[in-house]
Structure formats: structure tokens, C-alpha cells
């Protein structure tokens, strides 16, 4: 095990009471990360409870523990792991309850992590944070059937079922040993990548087909705005992918997907191919991510966000 995995792996095995943060806005991997995270300290005695200052999105509610996740409060933990967050903003409302605990560590993947804990573990070139939990927990001998499960979910989700640039021979060993502990594979990949509810194919179909493209094509621009939210019945979680759809497209070098969350207020997705980089991109606005994948947030008016984007895509390329 690597030198500081095996320092937080010193301290979570000293701590009887860990609460494992999720960064704000879910997705899959940080969500798998800390229910493992979670199931497997509960294999050695300790109190362990997952915490995140959002709801679950819908969609991975079939987690094993999902249901057990809390919002933060003034409970003082002995020990704070943050799973998949990139600097401490990332934990949303959650940040003051992490920085409380008496020992902190956390594990990410992110190009563009900013240090925040007593001791931070960052690899850049794994596809999923899950991939390091995974090591982490393999290396402390606390992989069941149950985290084995979680982590694949994870792994699926952040490498897009094994499909981004991310994805590495290391990424299928991974999924080749959790395979191994006999968990659904195939159920997992279709809860996590393909499975659609009514809602939110309508809400896929309704904003493709407002797709606009810029650049001859190079550049392509998705928009939920709060009216589709509300005809479709669905929320700005409900958009976790669909971006891909605009990226794949031949041609396209740069994606957006911009959702409104509130007035004069958006979240951005980016997602690129090889003529630029989106961390870099989402860097120019205060956010951060991967290579091909990255996000950030803005304010200010619509078409005003959009302008900026284009530009500062158009720079890059």
C-alpha cells in the first residue's frame, strides 16, 4: 500500500467513531466510495456513517446504505475521511462539520485537488476514486461482496462503463477482481449507465433536441433550464450524463451542458476530446475536474454565461 494510503489506513483503524463526506451534488463515485467506505469499517467494530449535505439522486438509491446517509451537524467525529472531493468547497455545506473532527484525511482523483486535509491521498490517473478505495481496502484485507459491489458501481459511473480516456488496464484488473467476489455486474451497469426513468427521458429527449452548435460544429451547447425541470417533473441531478450524447457527436470537440439552478445561477459540465482541455476550461471559472472531464459553477445572465464559455473554449482549442 502506498505511503499515505497507509497512513489513513493507521487512522481510521485507531478511530472507533468515522464519518465519511461525500462531495456536494453526488454522483456515483462518491457515493459508492463512502458506503464502502463505511460497510468495510463496520467489519472491524467501528462506527461509521456516510454524510453529504444533498439528498441521494434517485437513480443510485439501489446502493447498498443508501438510505443511511445524514446531513451534516454539530456532531463532533473522532475521524473525517472525504471521498472524490477536490477541494474543500466541494463538500457544500458539509465542509465546517469535516473540518471539526479531530483527524482528517482525504482520497481523491482530481487533476485539480487543492490540499485541505491533515493528510491527503490524490492519483490523478485512476478513473474513479473508487479504484483507490478499493486499493485502500484491499490492502486492510476489508473487501466483501457487498463493497465489491459498491465499488464497481463506482468504477462504472466515473469511467462511463469503462468508456473515457480515464479508463486504464489498471481500472479493468480492478473490475476483474471485484467481479470475482460474485457480485451482478450486468444489473449494476444498467442501474448505473443505462437505465432511464420516464422523467428523465423526457427530459433527455426534450433538451437534445434544443442542442445548439457553434464552430462548424466543434462546439456543442446543452441547456436545462428551470421550466424543463419542472414540465418533466425532474431535477438538475437527473442531468448526470447526458452530456455525452452531445460530445460523441463527430465533430464536436468541446460539450457544455448548462443547468439552471437558480435564477442567474448555473452548473456546468464540460466535456472534451483531445483539441482541449476541460479541467483548464472549468479552471478559467473557479472549478476544476479531469482532463475530458470537468465542471464549474457561474452566475450572471444566460446568454452571458454562454458567451464566456465559448470563448474560453475557443482559446483552448
Do not use: W
Amino acid at each position: 500500500m502506498k505511503d499515505r494510503l497507509q497512513k489513513i489506513a493507521d487512522m481510521l483503524r485507531g478511530a472507533n467513531d468515522v464519518a465519511v463526506y461525500c462531495h456536494t451534488n453526488p454522483d456515483g463515485d462518491t457515493i459508492a466510495c463512502a458506503l464502502s467506505m463505511c460497510r468495510a469499517l463496520r467489519l472491524l467494530g467501528k462506527t461509521a456513517v456516510p454524510i453529504c449535505d444533498c439528498e441521494v439522486p434517485e437513480k443510485y438509491l439501489f446502493m447498498e446504505g443508501a438510505e443511511e446517509f445524514l446531513l451534516p451537524d454539530k456532531k463532533v467525529h473522532e475521524a473525517a475521511l472525504a471521498v472524490d472531493c477536490g477541494d474543500l468547497t466541494r463538500l457544500g455545506g458539509a465542509g465546517r462539520s469535516f473540518l471539526a473532527a479531530k483527524k482528517r484525511a482525504s482520497i481523491d482523483h482530481h487533476k485539480s485537488h487543492v490540499s485541505f486535509a491533515q493528510i491527503d491521498h490524490t492519483e490523478t490517473d485512476a478513473s474513479a476514486c473508487a479504484e483507490i478505495i478499493f486499493d485502500l481496502l484491499d490492502g486492510m484485507g476489508l473487501v466483501d461482496k457487498g463493497v465489491a459491489a459498491l465499488l464497481f458501481g463506482g468504477i462504472v459511473a466515473d469511467s462511463g462503463c469503462f468508456q473515457y480516456p480515464s479508463t486504464t488496464a489498471r481500472t479493468h484488473e480492478i473490475a476483474r477482481e471485484l467481479m470475482g467476489y460474485g457480485i451482478d455486474a450486468a444489473d449494476i451497469i444498467y442501474r448505473v449507465h443505462r437505465r432511464l426513468t420516464p422523467p428523465v427521458f423526457a427530459l433527455k429527449t426534450r433538451v437534445l433536441s434544443k442542442c445548439r452548435f457553434f464552430d462548424g460544429g466543434k462546439i456543442a451547447l446543452l441547456t436545462f433550464t428551470k421550466k424543463d425541470f419542472e414540465e418533466t417533473g425532474t431535477s438538475p441531478s437527473d442531468t448526470e450524463g447526458m452530456i455525452a450524447s452531445a460530445i460523441d457527436v463527430d465533430g464536436v470537440e468541446v460539450a457544455f451542458a448548462v443547468s439552471e439552478a437558480a435564477e442567474k445561477s448555473f452548473k456546468v459540465s464540460i466535456r472534451t476530446k483531445d483539441s482541449a482541455d476541460a479541467c483548464d476550461i472549468a479552471s478559467a471559472f473557479g472549478g476544476g475536474g479531469h482532463s475530458r472531464a470537468a465542471g464549474c459553477r457561474m452566475n450572471g445572465f444566460y446568454e452571458d454565461v454562454v458567451d464566456k464559455l465559448l470563448k474560453a473554449a475557443r482559446d483552448r482549442m
